[in-house]
């Protein structure tokens, strides 16, 4: 049973956050704020290489309400879709240093108070969110986002976005224990709608590049699996890039030329080797869609996306026969431009960008023919974090 989703609207988010709130704790929360999830149109597994990369923000989006409590203790209640609640309760860190544990979930937020520019006092806070958990669309950045901003209304400290991005970066590092690169927090901060955000991840300078089509769409196609994983798969990969970088004596694979690719050839074990082609290369795929983008060529962007995925297979690693299977199926779907797997990869999402009038057909088409059970939704770039006026 496929299934279409669509994003609840905010409005409803901050009912259900504001409702759950007072039945809780018993009074009204006074601050609020939300992020959103995000799709990355193209530079995968390039941005922990200082290279480029361009992502959209999703009209999905978590959102955050809460307020003092008076007391040193920080009590959070998280609402999930299926409407099971989870809670956790740790110290804050206005009265002690805040460490990571369990439940496991709870360290994203757990992280983000830590690395706050100020002492927090203790807060209640619920938390609830519509983007899609384990597709690939940065759930967690969208969660460390929105919590962080929600921090900056209830503290009155605002912090420059750039700045806020990395110290969400970081919490993740230091908590989860994830080490992933800037972009997810990066778009989560930054997105404007009917734009997609060129980043460079090595000078943090960012470029919104314009994506407004009546009739070009973004179509993302949740494969709906997540491969067990032994949790060292994403840094075993940063780890060969780095490898390649230093058999290179550069300082990261951004300053990868071709020509450095055939010398490594002849120093470094094949699996670097493919590790960092796959870098070099998508990092010029990238910047060449960035400039495609404005001139609606969409021709082209659509053989680049199918160039990233084969890429990200074959090279990188990181697919798996779902993901390949949902590509090879729009490769000869009507209306279709191109597609790749987005994400992390190993489960997770498909984005193809698809002419309008075929959207109907071509979700017929991948029903029909995939093995699995997809979920589809259509990406509208979106605005990013904000702080919310509550009632």
């Given at each position: 049973?496929?299934?279409?989703?669509?994003?609840?609207?905010?409005?409803?988010?901050?009912?259900?956050?504001?409702?759950?709130?007072?039945?809780?704790?018993?009074?009204?929360?006074?601050?609020?704020a939300s992020a959103p999830g995000r799709v990355n149109l193209i530079g995968e597994h390039v941005d922990y290489c200082e290279g480029f990369v361009l992502p959209v923000a999703l009209p999905f989006?978590?959102?955050?309400?809460?307020?003092?409590?008076?007391?040193?203790?920080?009590?959070?209640?998280?609402?999930?879709?299926?409407?099971?609640?989870?809670?956790?309760?740790?110290?804050?860190?206005?009265?002690?240093?805040?460490?990571?544990?369990?439940?496991?979930?709870?360290?994203?937020?757990?992280?983000?108070?830590?690395?706050?520019?100020?002492?927090?006092?203790?807060?209640?806070?619920?938390?609830?969110?519509?983007?899609?958990?384990?597709?690939?669309?940065s759930s967690s950045a969208s969660l460390e986002v929105s919590f962080f901003t929600f921090l900056e209304h209830l503290t009155g400290v605002s912090v420059p976005a750039v700045t806020k991005a990395q110290l969400c970066q970081k919490a993740e590092h230091e908590f989860p224990?994830?080490?992933?690169?800037?972009?997810?927090?990066?778009?989560?901060?930054?997105?404007?709608?009917?734009?997609?955000?060129?980043?460079?991840?090595?000078?943090?300078?960012?470029?919104?590049?314009?994506?407004?089509?009546?009739?070009?769409?973004?179509?993302?196609?949740?494969?709906?699996?997540?491969?067990?994983?032994?949790?060292?798969?994403?840094?075993?990969?940063?780890?060969?890039?780095?490898?390649?970088?230093?058999?290179?004596?550069?300082?990261?694979?951004?300053?990868?030329?071709?020509?450095?690719?055939?010398?490594?050839?002849?120093?470094?074990?094949?699996?670097?080797?493919?590790?960092?082609?796959?870098?070099?290369?998508?990092?010029?795929?990238?910047?060449?869609?960035?400039?495609?983008?404005?001139?609606?060529?969409?021709?082209?962007?659509?053989?680049?996306?199918?160039?990233?995925?084969?890429?990200?297979?074959?090279?990188?690693?990181?697919?798996?026969?779902?993901?390949?299977?949902?590509?090879?199926?729009?490769?000869?779907?009507?209306?279709?431009?191109?597609?790749?797997?987005?994400?992390?990869?190993?489960?997770?999402?498909?984005?193809?960008?698809?002419?309008?009038?075929?959207?109907?057909?071509?979700?017929?088409?991948?029903?029909?023919?995939?093995?699995?059970?997809?979920?589809?939704?259509?990406?509208?770039?979106?605005?990013?974090?904000?702080?919310?006026?509550?009632?």
């Amino acid at each position: 049973m496929h299934q279409e989703i669509s994003a609840k609207g905010e409005g409803t988010l901050v009912r259900e956050a504001c409702d759950k709130f007072r039945s809780v704790f018993g009074r009204s929360p006074v601050a609020g704020a939300s992020a959103p999830g995000r799709v990355n149109l193209i530079g995968e597994h390039v941005d922990y290489c200082e290279g480029f990369v361009l992502p959209v923000a999703l009209p999905f989006t978590t959102i955050v309400v809460g307020s003092y409590n008076h007391t040193e203790e920080c009590t959070v209640v998280s609402l999930l879709a299926s409407g099971e609640e989870l809670r956790c309760s740790f110290p804050a860190s206005s009265s002690a240093k805040i460490q990571a544990g369990k439940p496991a979930w709870a360290n994203y937020i757990k992280g983000v108070v830590a690395m706050f520019p100020e002492k927090v006092r203790g807060f209640d806070a619920v938390i609830v969110s519509d983007v899609p958990m384990g597709a690939g669309v940065s759930s967690s950045a969208s969660l460390e986002v929105s919590f962080f901003t929600f921090l900056e209304h209830l503290t009155g400290v605002s912090v420059p976005a750039v700045t806020k991005a990395q110290l969400c970066q970081k919490a993740e590092h230091e908590f989860p224990g994830m080490p992933c690169g800037i972009m997810d927090q990066y778009i989560v901060t930054l997105g404007k709608k009917d734009h997609a955000l060129l980043i460079d991840c090595r000078s943090l300078e960012a470029k919104h590049i314009a994506l407004e089509s009546r009739d070009t769409v973004i179509l993302v196609v949740n494969s709906n699996v997540k491969h067990q994983l032994t949790g060292s798969e994403y840094p075993q990969r940063r780890a060969q890039c780095q490898q390649a970088a230093s058999l290179l004596d550069l300082a990261s694979l951004r300053d990868a030329t071709a020509e450095d690719i055939k010398k490594l050839s002849s120093e470094a074990d094949e699996i670097v080797v493919k590790r960092a082609k796959h870098v070099v290369e998508e990092i010029s795929r990238t910047e060449l869609v960035a400039k495609l983008l404005p001139s609606r060529d969409f021709q082209q962007v659509g053989q680049l996306f199918y160039q990233s995925h084969d890429s990200l297979s074959r090279l990188m690693e990181v697919s798996c026969p779902e993901l390949d299977e949902l590509v090879w199926i729009m490769r000869s779907a009507p209306g279709v431009y191109g597609a790749r797997m987005t994400g992390g990869g190993f489960g997770g999402c498909v984005i193809a960008l698809i002419k309008q009038e075929y959207v109907g057909e071509v979700k017929r088409k991948v029903i029909a023919e995939y093995s699995g059970t997809p979920t589809f939704f259509v990406c509208k770039p979106s605005d990013g974090a904000k702080i919310l006026k509550l009632d």
